[in-house]
């Protein structure tokens, strides 16, 4: 399941109060889409690690009533929290595969009968939970079959390069990362378990190393940052492209004269001018980079002229509504636009 195809799902399920457990590789996003779900939905967000809980605090703490010889059950951190919620409530769980069988165990009858020793949650209180899978050396022993079955879907998050550079855009991640993991696509999402002390090239290592570029470091001590970042051949890759994404052509002098600046026949080049006239583009400015769009179709690089153009409309919706844009849609690049989503 896509990202976006993950934050529909919880769309529906946390109105609806219906619990989700999320699977997947480390890093990659389980945990921020969760919390961007409770956003969008207004909900309040009520994190739990199991990993590091103890069954108590699911169940309450045991408290002794010595007038009637008998003892409780008292609410206290999360648990206290949930009950209290007087509006929409996410609790979510996160890495619960790492929690002990007993945790795991507490948690059983608020999935299900959501209530646990005499405390009802809230009917607005939904649970979304998160683990990473077995075989990603995370310390994940597996989740108990009844608490798997508590919830109404067990569903595995994946990488899209397509969603992750649409979020890198706004995100403010610097161009020459995102054309690189466009050249290089299997390079988003490549974890690998392993007992050593590395990385692996995943989206959160990823946005570890454009914090990384950002800090204007030594060029030796970034090559070995940027390697314990994301591991010693995904570092050495990105950095050989970014010191070709330094070489290219200025992208000024393409914005000043569209019609005469060289077109590149390399596919890591193209992916660089591309991706850094995206970044580029407004309103006044995409009459000029929807010229040299035009160019890059008649000169054999439609797909490029095509992701140049869906990069323009990320960047500025307005765009969609440019004397300019409009030409260039009903033009020959017309059906690759239409293909490639540019509009949507």
């Given at each position: 399941?896509?990202?976006?195809?993950?934050?529909?799902?919880?769309?529906?399920?946390?109105?609806?109060?219906?619990?989700?457990?999320?699977?997947?590789?480390?890093?990659?996003?389980?945990?921020?889409?969760?919390?961007?779900?409770?956003?969008?939905?207004?909900?309040?967000?009520?994190?739990?690690?199991?990993a590091v809980a103890d069954p108590t605090d699911a169940k309450g703490f045991p408290w002794p009533d010595a007038q009637n010889g008998t003892a409780t059950f008292l609410p206290f951190g999360e648990l206290a929290r949930a009950l209290a919620a007087t509006s929409r409530t996410v609790w979510f769980l996160d890495d619960l595969g790492q929690a002990p069988a007993a945790v795991q165990a507490s948690y059983m009858q608020l999935l299900l009968a959501r209530r646990v020793n005499g405390h009802v949650l809230p009917d607005h209180v939904t649970f979304v939970a998160a683990t990473n899978r077995r075989t990603d050396r995370a310390g994940v022993s597996g989740i108990l079959e009844p608490v798997k079955s508590r919830f109404v879907s067990i569903v595995e998050l994946e990488a899209d390069l397509d969603e992750w550079c649409q979020w890198a855009f706004g995100a403010g991640i610097p161009s020459e990362l995102v054309a690189f993991?466009?050249?290089?696509?299997?390079?988003?999402?490549?974890?690998?378990?392993?007992?050593?002390?590395?990385?692996?090239?995943?989206?959160?290592?990823?946005?570890?190393?454009?914090?990384?570029?950002?800090?204007?470091?030594?060029?030796?001590?970034?090559?070995?940052?940027?390697?314990?970042?994301?591991?010693?051949?995904?570092?050495?890759?990105?950095?050989?492209?970014?010191?070709?994404?330094?070489?290219?052509?200025?992208?000024?002098?393409?914005?000043?004269?569209?019609?005469?600046?060289?077109?590149?026949?390399?596919?890591?080049?193209?992916?660089?001018?591309?991706?850094?006239?995206?970044?580029?583009?407004?309103?006044q400015t995409f009459g000029r980079i929807g010229r040299y769009a035009v160019r890059l179709m008649d000169g054999g690089h439609g797909e490029f002229a095509a992701l140049l153009l869906r990069d323009c409309v990320r960047r500025e919706k307005k765009i969609l509504q440019t004397p300019e844009f409009i030409r260039i849609a009903s033009g020959p690049l017309g059906s690759l636009i239409s293909g490639s989503g540019v509009a949507s």
């Open positions: 399941m896509k990202p976006s195809q993950l934050s529909e799902l919880l769309s529906r399920t946390i109105p609806a109060g219906l619990p989700v457990l999320v699977t997947g590789a480390p890093g990659i996003g389980k945990s921020d889409i969760v919390a961007q779900a409770a956003q969008t939905a207004g909900a309040d967000l009520i994190l739990s690690h199991p993991l466009r050249f290089r696509p299997e390079l988003l999402s490549q974890f690998k378990a392993s007992a050593d002390l590395t990385n692996s090239p995943v989206p959160r290592t990823w946005s570890h190393v454009a914090q990384l570029l950002a800090l204007s470091l030594p060029p030796a001590v970034e090559n070995h940052a940027v390697a314990g970042a994301v591991g010693e051949g995904a570092a050495a890759e990105f950095l050989a492209f970014r010191r070709l994404f330094q070489e290219l052509p200025s992208i000024d002098g393409i914005l000043i004269d569209p019609d005469a600046s060289d077109i590149p026949t390399k596919p890591a080049t193209l992916y660089a001018v591309t991706t850094a006239l995206g970044v580029r583009a407004t309103v």
